[in-house]
């Protein structure tokens, strides 16, 4: 026996590559995260302002909800009337992007769905950045083929092979497949499911969704509970909730509330003109090019171009209050090392909110109170970049978003999928991992305490799972934190009551934050950012809107 | 030592008893020969079958485990040996010297004669040489077990066959492949195992009744297996000349493609991963019908763009006409525009046209090239491989075809190689649609090109092109007369309602594959 089992070793070993010591880790940089100034916001220890700035109205936070906010204003007219501030040294938030010799690469988030018809304001978002074409409020409207996803999407990595799509089905039992169609029925319910009002069960932006109880319900229990009381408990089924609960919310199916795990599976109806549905925008540099096309269009001139009249990043602000006249912001200007204020008449909190309480000391404390449930999801974004794909391996394609089944985290995107390439080239694989696997405060300090080199050994391990070839390939490992990257949906967050008493907001102070729906995605952020704008155009400018998008 | 066993001294004339321990030694060493040359076998076949038909991991797998089957259907099969041990044990060993040996020779062969079923031979050759390897073991054991222990037995004989093993597992990839090559690395083992079988023979001389015969084909086989050594070399280029049918002339590999080029009599023919892209006997046909029913249509035409086509026949059908003033050729490989300039057998095919003055070789990513350049061309020719995968299924689709318009001049054509109408007629039809849905009016044509069969191309343009009404002087195909023909499609080749290639969905490698799947070219 042991003989045998003595050639069928020495055989394999053959099959790979000669038995060398592995190459050395990686070089790259550990970025994101100012963890040295969060702390100093806490402490609240800046020197006093040197300067005073008006502005009538001031945005805080240049993610995408800013941005929206900054965008709906610029389309309705108004010039010289805003300014936003950013605490990171660049505009984006979750949607930044980096870029290398090879290629712009996300460092967050990396593509959006077609927009449904209620997410009206995205819709005229693309419209304005030419990708949408003709009418954006069709039914089915044309989008430029460049910023689809090429095919193939997806595959996912199981037991020992590449398979198409995300769904397992690669040895997966027949009864385990109905199962799984048992399921995917029951979200396509979901998803045509109206009340008597004629409102979605689970729209997109979430405000459109119906609140009548039966599905308000499901915000009582996590998607893992909802699974086992309606007899779904096949194990790939499982895999594939989860996966899809730590995708796009970080956080485990053990933790998501159910309206939130179904929401994800029900609320996306998008479609596009010749046979585009199903599928997602994306760009090399991710959502980075929704961030370049609404820095364009509110005047700003980049991503990297830290002042203009309209935007300042690296601006930390560290305290926030109103009179019945105006407000008055203070903010810590890092690269000149000096603080400044800005009076406004009107704010817009595009910010996360739990950041809001520390600054804001007269907040009303039923406000406080409404925002302190808010907790957070860190998520570690790598950017590995490679000399040359890897090898496709058995079976299914290397496509553009890889996913292995036995991995805590999410696979990988491959940056250089959109180009119009016959030769493979140098590439970067942006690799997501959400640490859902631990609480949000233990995540985070492991964010904190683990160094770059850490970081390879854990990723490559990770990947030569799939890919054995990945350490020879890769030049270059770049790690992005985020420490607060997205709400986590966990049961009880559509909570009426709060949601309410966030979108009332503060005062001269409009909340406009995915956090108000708990959860992140670019819809949400873009639909409360465009929100408060347009309630300011209305009640304060006296605009008559020839078109209200949220 | 029992007394039936009284072998004489292999140096010695006269009768003396072997000394038990030496005897033993001898065939402890002979058991490590064997265990080396089992598990060279085993290697050979594996290695080779993932040189030959790819996906190692598989190959090395199914073919270790039909070895090892098969060597425990030997060893289950030993019961049924009987009579004297030594005589079958020298004839296993010839038997799997010379079985074992000529495995990998053989094998090359097959695949390159296509000869049957080659997967089913591959398993046929290793299940034979697994089953007469199974029977070595137990036989030594056997012969062994009339001095020895058993205890003693398993420990000497399993320890020792684990260390051949050993010394052929690290030997085989460090020396004997890189060195030899599987072949003689195959027909050295089988020596190995003849030279036991000679070794036994001079050992149990006395125990042997008759041993003319066996001597007699033992000279035999040895002579066979040195034979094999002496020409293992022709034959191995001869097994790729076969594989391509002529002679081959030159061969290159580079980081794109393996590029080789044959010759038999007048006809040179030229392979790119082992798919045919012209032979020098009918490749006026269709480079006369790439550019000329476009290019003689446009009197205007004074700067065009190739795009692939680095053999330079595609250039060459362009000089033709006095009034072009430049050609970019676009080809990603080097290697192929080095060639085709440079080796004095092909500059004599494409006329010399990758030197004239006129011509400009760029060698880069067609994508990339119109990404970053703004040059507008008055005809492009595209010549790509066939869409066989995502990454050439995007030089068909309507993004790159709406990119490529950029590049166009408003009254300019291009024409587009899009694989047979015959053979594949929906990619066909893909092709053409996928044109028209970039926003161009096509003429979809087609023409015999005997080596190729039934080829179609498609011309398209920002209006309806033209047919042209002359043609230059020297066409050997067409003419103005029969041009019209070729836009004709008779009903197996008619027009097929289809979808375009889109970028986000690459229906056309799906539908390629498909078509192409069991059609042998």
Redesign the interface.
């Given at each position: 026996m042991?003989?045998?089992d003595?050639?069928?070793l020495?055989?394999?070993?053959?099959?790979g590559c000669?038995v060398d010591a592995p190459p050395p880790l990686p070089a790259g940089e550990l970025s994101g995260g100012d963890f040295a100034l969060g702390h100093r916001l806490a402490l609240n220890d800046f020197p006093p302002p040197v300067a005073t700035h008006e502005i009538p109205i001031l945005i805080i936070g240049a993610g995408i909800a800013g941005l929206s906010a900054a965008w709906r204003l610029r389309r309705a007219g108004l010039l010289n009337q805003f300014h936003l501030l950013e605490l990171e040294t660049e505009p984006g938030g979750n949607s930044r992007c980096g870029e290398n010799s090879i290629s712009r690469y996300p460092l967050g988030a990396h593509y959006l769905p077609l927009p449904n018809l209620e997410a009206r304001a995205v819709r005229a978002l693309l419209s304005d950045s030419g990708v949408l074409k003709g009418n954006p409020q069709a039914e089915a409207p044309e989008y430029d083929?460049?910023y689809?996803?090429?095919?193939?999407?997806e595959r996912l990595y199981r037991l020992g092979a590449w398979q198409e799509g995300v769904i397992p089905h690669l040895g997966v039992s027949s009864a385990e497949r109905k199962q799984q169609e048992r399921f995917l029925a029951r979200m396509e319910s979901f998803r045509t499911a109206h009340d008597q009002q004629g409102r979605r069960a689970f729209a997109l932006p979430a405000v459109f969704s119906s609140d009548a109880p039966e599905w308000a319900a499901l915000d009582r229990l996590t998607m893992h509970d909802w699974m086992r009381q309606e007899g779904f408990d096949a194990p790939s089924l499982d895999w594939l909730v989860n996966y899809a609960c730590r995708d796009d919310y970080g956080t485990d199916f053990r933790q998501v509330s159910a309206w939130a795990g179904i929401h994800y599976f029900s609320c996306r109806t998008g479609k596009g003109a010749?046979?585009?549905s199903d599928?997602v925008l994306t760009a090399p540099e991710g959502n980075g090019w929704l961030v370049r096309s609404l820095l364009e269009q509110i005047g700003h001139p980049s991503a990297s171009h830290e002042t203009s009249p309209v935007l300042s990043a690296g601006s930390a602000v560290y305290a926030l209050s109103q009179n019945a006249q105006e407000c008055q912001v203070d903010v810590w200007q890092a690269a000149r090392q000096q603080s400044v204020r800005y009076r406004a008449k009107h704010i817009i909190w595009a910010a996360p909110l739990h950041l809001l309480p520390r600054l804001a000391r007269n907040l009303p404390a039923e406000l406080a109170a409404a925002i302190a449930p808010v907790s957070y999801a860190p998520w570690l974004v790598a950017n590995l970049s490679l000399s040359a794909p890897p090898a496709s391996g058995?079976g299914a394609?290397l496509a553009w978003d890889n996913v292995l089944q036995k991995s805590p985290a999410l696979g990988y995107v491959v940056a250089t999928h959109q180009?119009?390439?016959?030769?493979?080239?140098p590439t970067v694989l942006t690799y997501y991992h959400a640490l859902s696997e631990y609480d949000p405060a233990t995540a985070r300090t492991l964010l904190l305490n683990t160094t770059q080199t850490d970081w390879a050994a854990t990723i490559l391990a990770d990947l030569s799972h799939a890919h054995r070839d990945i350490r020879t390939l890769v030049t270059r490992l770049d790690i992005f934190r985020h420490g607060h990257a997205m709400a986590r949906p966990l049961p009880g967050f559509r909570d009426n009551e709060r949601r309410h008493r966030l979108a009332k907001g503060w005062g001269r102070v409009r909340l406009a934050h995915a956090d108000i729906s708990g959860f992140s995605v670019f819809e949400e952020a873009n639909y409360w950012g465009v929100r408060a704008a347009e309630e300011i155009l209305t009640a304060h400018y006296g605009k008559h809107l020839q078109e209200r998008l949220a | 030592m029992s007394a039936s066993l009284d072998a004489d001294s292999a140096s010695s004339s006269s009768p003396r008893p072997l000394p038990p321990s030496r005897m033993q030694h001898a065939l402890l060493a002979s058991v490590f020969i064997i265990a080396s040359c089992g598990l060279a076998y085993e290697l050979v076949a594996a290695a080779l079958a993932s040189y030959l038909l790819g996906d190692s991991i598989t190959q090395f797998s199914t073919i270790i485990g039909a070895y090892l089957f098969a060597m425990g259907v030997g060893s289950w099969l030993s019961r049924y040996v009987g009579g004297n041990l030594v005589r079958r044990f020298i004839q296993i060993e010839l038997a799997v010297g010379v079985v074992g040996g000529f495995t990998a020779v053989a094998l090359f062969l097959a695949f390159a004669a296509q000869m049957g079923p080659f997967r089913g031979l591959l398993y046929l050759a290793v299940l034979a040489v697994g089953v007469l390897v199974g029977l070595e073991i137990p036989l030594v054991m056997r012969i062994l077990k009339r001095d020895v222990t058993f205890k003693e037995l398993v420990s000497q004989v399993l320890a020792v066959d684990y260390l051949g093993a050993l010394a052929v597992s690290l030997l085989f990839p460090l020396l004997f492949v890189p060195y030899l090559g599987l072949m003689r690395t195959g027909l050295l083992f089988g020596l190995l195992n003849v030279g036991v079988a000679i070794w036994a023979l001079a050992l149990f001389r006395t125990e042997l009744a008759r041993t003319f015969g066996l001597r007699l084909v033992a000279g035999g086989c040895l002579v066979l297996l040195l034979g094999g050594l002496a020409i293992a070399g022709k034959v191995s280029s001869m097994a790729e000349s076969w594989l391509y049918a002529d002679e081959v002339i030159y061969t290159e590999s580079t980081p794109y493609q393996r590029i080789v080029i044959t010759r038999w009599h007048d006809d040179i023919r030229l392979f790119l991963n082992q798919n045919l892209q012209f032979s020098s006997q009918d490749e006026y046909r269709y480079h006369e019908a790439l550019v000329h029913p476009g290019l003689a249509a446009l009197p205007q035409a004074r700067r065009i763009l190739v795009l692939g086509g680095g053999d330079g026949f595609a250039v060459r059908e362009i000089l033709r006409y006095p009034q072009i003033q430049s050609v970019t050729l676009v080809d990603l490989d080097p290697a192929m525009t080095r060639m085709f300039s440079s080796v004095p057998l092909l500059t004599g095919l494409n006329g010399n046209a990758l030197n004239d003055r006129r011509v400009t070789i760029i060698n880069d990513d067609a994508g990339r090239w119109l990404e970053e350049n703004a040059d507008v061309f008055d005809f492009v020719v595209v010549d790509f491989p066939d869409p066989s995968s995502f990454a050439l299924g995007k030089l068909y689709s309507t993004g790159f075809y709406r990119l490529l318009t950029r590049h166009l001049a408003p009254d300019g054509r291009l024409v587009v190689q899009s694989t047979s109408p015959y053979y594949a007629r929906r990619s066909f039809w893909t092709i053409a649609v996928t044109l028209e849905a970039a926003g161009l009016k096509t003429a979809p044509y087609h023409a015999l090109v005997p080596s190729f069969g039934e080829w179609g191309y498609v011309l398209a343009g920002q209006d309806e092109p033209a047919l042209p009404t002359t043609y230059p002087k020297g066409l050997r195909f067409l003419t103005v007369a029969s041009t019209p023909d070729l836009f004709h499609f008779p009903a197996d080749m008619a027009r097929l309602p289809v979808e375009p290639n889109r970028l986000n969905e690459q229906s056309l490698v799906r539908i390629f594959e498909q078509e192409w799947h069991g059609v042998v070219r």
């Open positions: 042991r003989r045998r003595f050639l069928a020495a055989g394999l070993t053959l099959t000669a083929e460049r689809l996803c090429h095919a193939p999407q010749q046979g585009a599928t058995a394609p180009k119009i390439r016959r030769a493979p080239g | -």
